[in-house]
T-cell receptor, first 113, second 115 residues
Framework: KQEVTQIPAALSVPEGENLVLNCSFT??????LQWFRQDPGKGLTSLLL?????REQTSGRLNASLDKSSGRSTLYIAASQPGDSATYLC????????????FGTGTLLAVQP | SAVISQKPSRDICQRGTSLTIQCQVD?????MFWYRQQPGQSLTLIAT?????????ESGFVIDKFPISRPNLTFSTLTVSNMSPEDSSIYLC????????????FGQGTRLTVV
């Protein structure tokens, strides 16, 4: 059974710092991995999608990497801003007949001004 | 990317009643999903909404409690039936293409409180 874990569960950093969020998964048979942002009480905003054949994806200040063999992904946020404060979720699309996402436990990020 | 509208955005309901949540997409999509996010938890898939046929439910979720409709490729509803306080959650609609390479998109969610 696929399990997805995110470390740390919560993180507080001063504005301007670079930071790394971690995501690990137990079954390497995935099709892709997606990072999302969720503001309190809201839906999910897709940040980055990495296919299983890719090593990384970049969008603005965000960079996501994927090491499928070791079951790990990282989300790097450069020059953090207070507006980056949110919960960050990773999700893997599992193999097999279904096309569903298995979500991680999330990292609550607070960027202090 | 797909634009997903979910209604209502929030509601407070009495126990024992039912609430129907609507999900409208701005383009035809093959795959539609319904997720639940309980307070302080991550997302759990309730079911896959299949157009023209019965939804496919995940373990622990049943049709009597969470009936789902999918009349066409742009619209779906999720009903939370005979609600109890334990049903208080955020319910989210999601869409994706059939290819396993595709990106998933989510609606803004429905925040349900059962009193």
């Amino acid at each position: 059974k696929q399990e997805v874990t995110q470390i740390p569960a919560a993180l507080s950093v001063p504005e301007g710092e670079n930071l790394v969020l971690n995501c690990s998964f137990t079954d390497s048979a995935i099709y892709n991995l997606q990072w999302f942002r969720q503001d309190p009480g809201k839906g999910l905003t897709s940040l980055l999608l990495i296919q299983s054949s890719q090593r990384e994806q970049t969008s603005g200040r965000l960079n996501a990497s994927l090491d499928k063999s070791s079951g790990r992904s990282t989300l790097y946020i450069a020059a953090s801003q207070p507006g980056d404060s949110a919960t960050y979720l990773c999700a893997v699309r599992k193999g097999g007949a279904t096309n569903k996402l298995i979500f991680g436990t999330g990292t609550l990020l607070a960027v202090q001004p | 990317s797909a634009v997903i509208s979910q209604k209502p955005s929030r509601d407070i309901c009495q126990r024992g009643t039912s609430l129907t949540i609507q999900c409208q997409v701005d383009s035809q999509v093959t795959m539609m999903f319904w997720y639940r996010q309980q307070p302080g938890q991550s997302l759990t898939l309730i079911a896959t909404a299949n157009q023209g046929s019965e939804a496919t439910y995940e373990s622990g979720f049943v049709i009597d409690k969470f009936p789902i409709s999918r009349p066409n490729l742009t619209f779906s509803t999720l009903t939370v039936s005979n609600m109890s306080p334990e049903d208080s959650s955020i319910y989210l609609c999601s869409v994706a293409g059939t290819s396993r390479d595709t990106e998933a998109f989510f609606g803004q969610g429905t925040r349900l409180t059962v009193v």
